[in-house]
């Protein structure tokens, strides 16, 4: 990923699941290891936007779906995927063999977060180590589509848990081609929205 799409995760991280606002450039600088030019370069559009805020000291977000709809716009996952094969097992048994240490996207983290799927769906996305998936799930001599596609894991990746926060789910999920994609999508924009509305802001 960009380094300002690690600044648009957190943000919408922090608004979405943990209720929180208000931040300073500095703060987020230090967290990513990033400059303070960079952080301001990320922030610029979104203060032109007006989604949010920007204070002597600090700065709060004032709308977090047009941050996650400008990140999906940025978004392009396909360039983010280092590794894909096909695997003749249903996607509950490629989910269960995975690594450790993968952390779950698209389909499967909605799956896991919210116990439910709003459509079936057919291919596991995961971010993690490919050396390690590849001996687990090797080269497909199929000529049949991929199914199981592992995505670059950056070093933050897992301050957010097994699976990506729902932020970076909804953005995955927008820049994927299957079309049972827009199920999960529709499903998942009613979560963001009720979330934002339950922090009262």
Not at 46 to 73: C, E, H, T
Not at 98 to 127: Q, T
Request: hydrophobic share 40%.
């Amino acid at each position: 990923m960009k380094q300002k799409e690690l600044i648009y995760r957190e943000l919408l991280f922090q608004a979405i699941e943990q209720k929180k606002y208000t931040f300073t450039q500095l703060d987020l600088a230090k967290r990513f290891n990033l400059s303070l030019s960079v952080v301001n370069y990320a922030l610029k559009p979104l203060q032109q936007m007006g989604a949010i805020v920007i204070k002597p000291r600090s700065f709060d977000i004032v709308d977090a779906l047009k941050i996650l709809y400008f990140w999906a716009s940025l978004r392009n996952v396909e360039k983010n995927i280092v590794y894909k094969t096909r695997i003749d097992a249903p996607v509950r048994t490629i989910e269960s063999e995975l690594p450790a240490n993968i952390i779950f996207c698209a389909y499967s983290a909605y799956k896991f977060k919210f116990k439910d799927v709003p459509a079936d769906y057919s291919e596991v996305y995961v971010y993690g180590d490919v050396e390690e998936i590849k001996k687990r799930f090797p080269i497909s001599s199929e000529k049949l589509p991929p199914n199981l596609f592992v995505l670059e894991k950056d070093e933050f990746m897992k301050n957010y848990g097994k699976t990506t926060a729902m932020g970076q789910t909804f953005v995955d999920l927008w820049n994927i081609k299957e079309w049972y994609a827009r199920d999960f999508l529709d499903a998942l924009k009613k979560r963001i929205e009720k979330a934002i509305q339950n922090g009262n802001h």
